[in-house]
């Protein structure tokens, strides 16, 4: 599933001309981007929805994606929300 979105966010930011919307590194079930602050909420909305819009009738619980943010290192990262394909 995230491998999936991973290609879904790779497409979009082609096709939007949005080169911050292709995760850069994926850790274990964490996908990161290098997304320019003045995009952030519209970028983290955009994210959290393609992430979220699993394209697999046999998913069948909900899907459900933390977003957090730092301008500095891992060890601040700032929690931004919680989004869930239920909502």
């Given at each position: 599933?995230?491998?999936?979105?991973?290609?879904?966010?790779a497409r979009a930011s082609?096709?939007?001309?949005?080169?911050?919307?292709?995760?850069?590194?994926?850790?274990?079930?964490a996908l990161l981007f290098?997304?320019?602050?003045?995009?952030?909420?519209?970028?983290?909305?955009?994210?959290?929805?393609?992430?979220?819009?699993?394209?697999?009738?046999?998913?069948?619980?909900?899907?459900?994606?933390?977003?957090?943010?730092?301008?500095?290192?891992?060890?601040?990262?700032?929690?931004?929300?919680?989004?869930?394909?239920?909502?």
């Amino acid at each position: 599933i995230v491998g999936d979105a991973m290609g879904r966010l790779a497409r979009a930011s082609a096709t939007l001309d949005t080169p911050y919307l292709a995760p850069f590194l994926n850790v274990h079930d964490a996908l990161l981007f290098d997304v320019p602050k003045k995009e952030a909420d519209n970028a983290v909305k955009h994210i959290a929805k393609m992430m979220t819009d699993v394209p697999y009738e046999w998913v069948n619980v909900p899907i459900t994606v933390d977003a957090e943010m730092t301008s500095k290192s891992w060890l601040e990262m700032e929690k931004i929300g919680t989004f869930s394909s239920d909502d």
